[in-house]
């Protein structure tokens, strides 16, 4: 495992900027997951480590040591896709066993069938390692493709979205495990993902990309506790958090613009009078879609609330943030 | 403005039963989901309902005529699919205006109600927009102008915003959601989906390998599943089920699993054997003096609150718990489940007992 650096690195396809000018650093043994919208340049990240392109402008090293110019082969990365790529013809323990049957490695055949079966464990396709790799669901080919880059021990595991074809139970089975799995082996992991809940549950650090630059970098609590802009805190937190004008409430320091409230910042029974516009019961909690001031919200509420559509609650902020008008962060 | 009434229908595709007898009603007006994993019967179901698919048997009624074996066309109904098909060489006007021409209204009363629906739908300036070029959302909104411009009886949709991405598929929900309350037509929608289904639904139906599990109002089915499986569909975590082999007689509030006690809602019904013991993730309070014990093996944060999972004699629990609490991995607590949220289930048949909590929402289709 290995400490990975991006020094500058800008990438344009055409007229559009993937990347402009990112610096970041992966910390050797950490998982670090990059967020943004689509379009914020984490999946090209991606390809600049892996060296499936290559940046227009600055460097990218493992471990010290500068990449430019060589290929994927030569970098010792192992990528997961979300769509999975298996080798049709082969059974499940032979796509597993592949990347360490590589004649650079010469690992001996019984440490190949401890890995392969402690992995195949792991993910919970033990009782299908002689199947045919076309006979699996959809979501046990990308078990195997996962499963085939856990074999290895490389620098980084590069990773685009691989749970994201999989059922919600077996996600969250997943997720637990592929943090522990990184806890104990040390594993370093840059990780791109369009869900949150991954996000905040399984990384150690949190890359915030906007337009091809990271704006935040830090422990998922310090991005979700502490953003440094409107754009930032809008990654993390569900319901998203609200912003509304700073003039709305009394208190807002003197160049705010926005005051961003997230439902645990929005303290109820006090202060001025909203409308309930909608309640949804989700179970172990309710929404409250309020409006304060012609403006819409939506808050958190406990789960047998007697609150309906058409009545009022009193809201008023409780240790919220402000934004000035670019969006910046002030308070 | 329907009521849909489903009564003992069942569909066989040869020897397979996509879906067994079932029974349930959709009120006038409400958004009803239907809910349940692929294969469920769940787009089966929808598709009898309607008719584009005709039951083996049983009735379906729509405002009170029995419907069951009349084709799409007769029902005066609208279907939204997740694949929303418009007319490339149109514009956005007549893409919605399609269904109302090809009806035979002349363009002048047809424009009218086009302007109309763009207006509900927030798209009026771009009528005049070729499809090609629009955003996804857009697409969305102009697939459902077409559906609700016959103003139809009824809507169906099958899983109408499967194919967009988390954030986007959040904001049109809700404005689904806004739409249906404005428009305040009866609305079925499939999804697999179950927090789109508690966050949108009036009522909800779980299915699950062709048998409707239980049908009923969100939190209800929630708060008291009828079945295991309902118990662990439903929540994100799901459930914990504590298995144990034991008695329990009508009347008691009191259960023993291992050496500890626990209290629950009384029992309206006594059981013995393989049982199950459910409890939320939110109903379990970390507590170092309780005397049920377990060891933390994960934290995940999730911002206002994070789940500990813990190591238990009866197997992996999850409890959900404000994120500024301390939980760290390898401590071992006590837990206390709230005795008034437990439901104790027949581990054979998955069924859940009857308490004094849960009767009542308990309704099997």
Known sequence: MAEVTLTGVSKAFGKDVALDGLTITIPDGSFVVLLGPTGAGKTTTLRMVSGLDVPDKGHVSIGGQDMTGLTPAQRDVAMVFQQYSLYPHLTVRQNLEFPLKSPLHKTPQKEIDLKVNEVAGILQISHKLDNKATALSGGEMQRVSIGRALVRNPSIYLMDEPLSSLDAKLRADLRVEMKSIQAKAGATILYVTHDQVEAMTMATHVGVLDHGKLVQFGTPREIYEEPVSIYAASRLGQPRINILPASLFSGAPENAVDIGLRPEQIKQGEGESSLVRRVEHLGDQTRLHLVFKDHNLITVTNAHTELKSGDTVKICPRNPFYFDANGARIA | ?365
């Open chain 2, 1 to 365: 403005m329907a009521q849909i009434r489903i009564e003992n229908v069942r569909k066989e595709f040869g020897a397979f039963t996509a879906v067994e007898s079932s029974s349930f009603t959709v009120e006038d007006g409400e958004f009803f989901m239907l809910l349940g994993p692929s294969g469920c019967g769940k787009t089966t179901t929808l598709r009898m309902m309607a008719g584009l698919e005709l039951p083996t048997s049983g009735e379906i009624y729509i405002d009170g005529e029995e419907v069951g074996q009349k084709p799409a066309s007769q029902r005066d109904i609208a279907f939204v699919f997740q694949m929303f098909a418009l007319y490339p060489h149109m514009n956005v006007g007549k893409n919605i205006g399609y269904p109302l021409i090809s009806q035979g209204m002349s363009r002048a009363d047809a424009r009218k109600k086009v302007v109309e629906v763009a207006r509900i739908l927030g798209i009026e300036n771009i009528l005049n927009r070729r499809v090609g070029g629009l955003s996804g959302g857009d697409r969305q909104r102009v697939a459902l102008g077409r559906a609700i411009v016959r103003e139809p009886k009824a809507f169906f949709m099958d899983e109408p915003l499967g194919a967009l991405d988390a954030e986007f598929r959040e904001h049109m929900s809700e404005e689904l959601r806004a739409l249906h309350d404005r428009m305040g037509s009866t609305t079925v929608y499939v999804t697999h989906d179950q927090l789109e289904a508690m966050q949108m639904g009036d009522k909800i139906v779980v299915m699950d390998q062709g048998v409707v599990e239980q049908f009923g109002v969100p939190q209800e089915i929630y708060d008291w599943p009828a079945t295991r499986f309902v118990a662990q569909f439903i929540g994100s975590p799901p459930m914990n089920f504590l298995d144990f082999h034991g008695a329990v007689d009508k009347g008691t509030s009191k259960v023993t699993l291992g050496e500890t006690e626990f209290g629950m809602p009384p029992l309206l019904e006594g059981a013995r054997g393989d049982l199950i013991f459910g409890v939320r993730p939110e109903h379990i309070r970390l507590d170092s003096v309780a005397p049920y014990k377990g060891r933390i093996v994960a934290t995940e944060y999730l911002g206002t609150t994070q789940i500990v999972s813990l190591d238990t004699p009866n197997g992996t629990i999850k409890a959900r718990i404000e994120s500024h609490e301390k939980a760290r991995v390898g401590d071992v607590t006590g837990m206390h489940f709230d005795p008034r949220t437990v439901t104790l289930f027949e581990a054979a048949s998955g069924r859940a007992l009857l308490s004094e909590a849960n009767q009542g929402v308990l309704h099997h289709g």
